[in-house]
Structures are given as structure tokens and as C-alpha cells.
């Protein structure tokens, strides 16, 4: 399934962005869009994932509770993130991610899961 991630930018700390992923086929309402970021020499690490049947089922990495929200629009066959209270942390390049099946709620963090990427978008925030 090509994924095609973008919304990302250079914001300020403070700031925010809303990075976007169009699926370019429906994909199953069973499976789930994630989010995670990779800066350079460091692994590819979790952000936020969303169930695409529901509204409600929504899992976020610790450092992005409270500051970023997955959302979707099923419609567009698109998920969003809207990043607040952006950090210098947050610097990295953004990728959305679909597996081949369904996974279960523990296993959306791990990035081995996931077969389908989009190209990343990058996203800089300066303090």
C-alpha cells in the first residue's frame, strides 16, 4: 500500500504542525496507521497509532501523550498528527506505517510490524 507522508516543516519550540499520510488504496478498517520518527544513528522509534474502525482506539508513546493527536479521516483514506507543544526532541524525520494484518494492541510500537512506509517527511524544531 503506497503511503504518502507529508505536513512537515521547520516550526519554533512552542510551535506546532500537522504531518498527514494518504493511503492510495482503502485499506482494511481492521488495521491500523502508525506514526514514528528516526533521527540519525538512532532506531526507528513509536509515536501514536490509530485503529482505522474506531475513533477511540488510540495508542501514543509516552513523549507524545498529551501533545500530539492521531486522528483520521477514512473518507480520504488519510491519518493525521497534529503535533503541539512541539520540543527540540521532536526533531526527526516522520514516517507513517501500515502493517500486512492486524496487530494486537502490544505489538503497534514495534516498527518490525509494520510492512508498508511512506517516504517521511521531516520535521525541525529549533529552540
Known amino acids: 500500500v503506497p503511503l504518502q507522508a507529508c505536513g512537515g516543516g521547520s516550526v519554533q519550540a512552542g510551535g506546532c504542525l500537522r504531518l498527514?499520510?494518504?493511503?492510495?488504496?482503502?485499506?482494511?478498517?481492521?488495521?491500523?496507521m502508525g506514526w514514528f520518527r528516526q533521527t540519525p544513528g538512532k532506531e526507528r522509534e513509536f509515536v501514536a497509532a490509530?485503529?482505522?474502525?474506531?475513533?477511540?482506539?488510540?495508542a501514543y508513546a509516552d513523549s507524545a501523550k498529551g501533545r500530539f493527536t492521531i486522528s483520521k479521516d477514512n473518507s480520504k483514506n488519510t491519518v493525521y498528527l497534529q503535533m503541539n507543544s512541539l520540543k527540540s526532541d521532536d526533531s526527526a524525520v516522520y514516517y507513517c506505517?501500515?502493517?500486512?494484518?492486524?496487530?494486537?494492541?502490544?505489538?503497534?510500537?514495534?516498527?518490525?510490524?509494520?510492512?508498508?512506509w511512506g517516504q517521511g517527511t521531516l520535521v525541525t524544531v529549533s529552540s
Open positions: 490509530i485503529i482505522l474502525s474506531s475513533d477511540d482506539n488510540t
Open positions: 506505517a501500515t502493517p500486512a494484518y492486524t496487530l494486537s494492541a502490544r505489538a503497534y510500537s514495534n516498527y518490525n510490524n509494520y510492512k508498508y
Open positions: 498527514s499520510c494518504a493511503a492510495s488504496k482503502v485499506i482494511s478498517s481492521n488495521h491500523i
